[in-house]
């Protein structure tokens, strides 16, 4: 199986940044594309950031110039680094990665267990 085991979350001022990491662990061939989700209390889930096995990026509206998604091949990880953070930006925030489990297809999409961001004074 597969497991993505986030880390980074935690309280912080408007303004501040944190760093949230995914790191995927298990039996598996190679990760594909990663994302971060995030989901605020009676909200449904939304993208915040993806990139692909490529490296491309991408993100939504509201966090674009502020955050930034990376992913460090060797390490399967992939990282948020997210700036001039506002009380929006509060939320759980989810690791998301499409993983082949073996040489061949198919691959699988795996979800991390979450990671609390509190943006607040």
């Known amino acids: 199986q597969v497991q993505l085991v986030e880390s980074g979350g935690g309280l912080v001022q408007p303004g501040g940044s944190l760093r949230l990491s995914c790191a995927a662990s298990?039996?598996?061939?190679?990760?594909?594309?990663m994302g971060w989700y995030r989901q605020a209390p009676g909200k449904e889930r939304e993208l915040v950031a993806r990139?692909?096995?490529?490296?491309?990026?991408s993100y939504a509206d509201p966090v674009k110039g502020r955050f930034t998604i990376s992913r460090d091949n060797a390490k399967n990880t992939v990282y948020l680094q997210m700036n001039s953070l506002k009380p929006e930006d509060t939320a759980v925030y989810y690791c998301?990665?499409?993983?082949?489990?073996?040489?061949?297809?198919?691959?699988?999409?795996?979800w991390g267990q979450g990671t609390q961001v509190t943006v607040s004074s």
């Open positions: 998301n990665a499409v993983v082949l489990v073996a040489s061949t297809p198919p691959d699988y999409r795996y």
């Open positions: 298990g039996s598996f061939f190679s990760v594909n594309a």
């Open positions: 990139i692909t096995g490529g490296g491309r990026t």
